[in-house]
T-cell receptor, first 109, second 117 residues
Framework: GQNIDQPTEMTATEGAIVQINCTYQ??????LFWYQQHAGEAPTFLSY??LDGLEEKGRFSSFLSRSKGYSYLLLKELQMKDSASYLC??????????WGAGTKLIIKP | GAVVSQHPSRVICKSGTSVKIECRSL??????MFWYRQFPKQSLMLMAT?????????EQGVEKDKFLINHASLTLSTLTVTSAHPEDSSFYIC?????????????FGPGTRLTVL
């Protein structure tokens, strides 16, 4: 079956760095997405990885290892507004997104 | 970036009525649109995938006669919840993909919160 695993909840301090991991097992792979979702709102796109390595975009970076079925989202210089759920999703062989359950990130002052 | 609108943003209806939700891609042509449902504190659940001009493909467990999807043009898809019941209360989100480029990114609408009394 297809499976995406990510931690349910994480807590970090304002100004610090946090890494959210995602492991996946899917039928085919056409890229991995990270989305941010605030409560009561639709997801917003953060990053896309299809090749191995690190993609950096401002305070956010995303890493992919296809051989290990592993990705992480790195958030630097955390701000209170970063408190949200972070969703890992893999595009499978049919280009459908397989979603993880999301990681709720709590930022404390 | 690409923009997807969804209307209405919030709807409250009586049990037994039907509700139509519209999803529009505003600045690109969406060859494929997706409809998701999300219950509180849960991840997105794909309900169906629709390609313009063809019948939608429903996920297992989703009743196609209850959740009617029409993708009549490259910029509009509608989801009609027929004979809604309280258990249909949820957050419904559409997304659209234009098929161009390499990343197959899905652009999400803002969502519709449906409450069935």
């Amino acid at each position: 079956g297809q499976n995406i695993d990510q931690p349910t909840e994480m807590t970090a301090t304002e100004g610090a760095i946090v890494q959210i991991n995602c492991t996946y097992q899917t039928s085919g792979f056409n890229g991995l997405f990270w989305y941010q979702q605030h409560a009561g709102e639709a997801p917003t796109f953060l990053s896309y990885n299809v090749l191995d390595g690190l993609e950096e975009k401002g305070r956010f970076s995303s890493f992919l290892s296809r051989s290990k079925g592993y990705s992480y989202l790195l958030l630097k210089e955390l701000q209170m507004k970063d408190s949200a759920s972070y969703l890992c999703a893999v595009s499978d062989s049919n280009y459908q997104l397989i979603w993880g359950a999301g990681t709720k990130l709590i930022i404390k002052p | 970036g690409a923009v997807v609108s969804q209307h209405p943003s919030r709807v409250i209806c009586k049990s037994g009525t039907s509700v139509k939700i519209e999803c529009r891609s505003l600045d690109f042509q969406a060859t494929t649109m997706f409809w998701y449902r999300q219950f509180p504190k849960q991840s997105l659940m794909l309900m169906a995938t629709s390609n313009e001009g063809s019948k939608a493909t429903y996920e297992q467990g989703v009743e196609k006669d209850k959740f009617l999807i029409n993708h009549a043009s490259l910029t509009l898809s509608t989801l009609t919840v027929t004979s809604a019941h309280p258990e249909d209360s949820s957050f419904y989100i559409c997304s659209a993909r234009d098929g161009r480029g390499d990343n197959n990114e899905q652009f999400f609408g803002p969502g519709t919160r449906l409450t069935v009394l």
